[in-house]
């Protein structure tokens, strides 16, 4: 039995932080990407809704991807704002992918979604979340935090030949 005089200190965090998950996200994705035969690479510049850039081998359909990433759990962390009412375009070019990126020694799972329907999506949710609360956050109302269950998604998973660029 350890006394108070004996405490036994825990290793430094250990595990990747936010910042590092979201970055391993990316580039599972362009590395998924071009083991596929697409040109993919993790776009660096200062865009809030591009992670990713890819073309097919022929460079004539170029497509831009929003990458979310968790590494346990059921969910991924997202924003009320980015909910909208919005119909299936012609031709979708912009996705997003939620990476679970699971334990260390596990093969990232992938749901590769348009982003119309998970934009409208989160509208919906959020709405008939809001309904069911009486149409107020249950806790917070400046709140913009939502979460999108793996349930949600499931039609989505491993769904890459939705993106065109194969």
């Known amino acids: 039995m350890i ?16 910042q590092q998950v979201g970055r391993a996200g990316e580039h599972f994705v362009v590395a998924e990407m071009n083991k596929r035969g697409a040109y993919a690479v ?10 990713v850039m890819a073309c097919d081998q022929g460079r004539s359909r170029n497509i831009h991807i929003q990458v979310k990433t968790k590494r346990g759990g059921r969910t991924w962390h997202a924003s009320t704002l980015w909910g909208r009412p919005t119909t299936e375009p012609r031709d979708e070019t912009v996705f997003w992918i939620f990476v679970d990126l699971g334990a260390e020694d596990a093969t990232p799972r992938y749901w590769v979604v348009p982003d119309w329907w998970i934009r409208n999506d989160i509208h ?4 008939d979340y809001l309904i069911r609360h009486g ?8 709140s913009t ?9 499931k039609k989505w998973l491993g769904r890459w030949d939705i993106l065109g660029v194969f």
């Open 42 to 51: 993790c776009f660096a510049g200062n865009m809030p809704t591009i992670d």
């Open 124 to 127: 919906t949710a959020h709405q």
């Open 3 to 18: 006394g108070e005089e004996e405490q036994v200190e825990k290793p430094a965090g250990r595990g990747a932080r936010n």
């Open 135 to 142: 149409g107020k956050r249950a806790r917070n109302q400046e």
């Open 145 to 153: 935090h939502h979460s999108i269950d793996e349930q949600r998604l």
